[in-house]
């Protein structure tokens, strides 16, 4: 089994910052991408930045110049630093691993943490 536990949500002023985190653990063979979506209410799950193990990144248009995605391979944990937020930012934050455990690939998702900006 895998699990994917996720850190560092919480309230912040607009024009502020935050740092998520999120530690994989369990039966890991390995991890392909590893990767932040995020669901505002009544909206649907989408990607906020992808990073391969390889250390590319990619981001979604809404983030770019404010987000930066980063990970640790060695602890299997995906960071993401979130600068000048806005309050449209403000959704709950999904940390996502494409495992490979138990002979086959799976995609694993976190709990999530809701992150707050105010205006």
């Known amino acids: 089994q895998v699990q994917l536990v996720e850190s560092g949500g919480g309230l912040v002023q607009a024009g502020g910052s935050l740092s998520l985190s999120c530690a994989a653990s369990?039966?890991?063979?390995?991890?392909?991408?590893m990767g932040w979506y995020r669901q505002a209410p009544g909206k649907q799950r989408e990607l906020v930045a992808l990073?391969?193990?390889?250390?590319?990144?990619n981001y979604a248009d809404s983030v770019k110049g404010r987000v930066a995605i980063s990970r640790d391979i060695a602890k299997n944990t995906v960071y993401l630093q979130m600068n000048s937020l806005k309050p449209e930012d403000t959704a709950v934050y999904y940390c996502?691993?494409?495992?490979?455990?138990?002979?086959?690939?799976?995609?694993?998702w976190g709990q999530g943490t809701l992150v707050t900006v105010s205006s």
């Open positions: 996502n691993a494409e495992v490979f455990t138990r002979g086959s690939y799976r995609m694993c």
């Open positions: 369990g039966s890991i063979f390995s991890i392909n991408d």
């Open positions: 990073i391969t193990n390889f250390g590319s990144a």
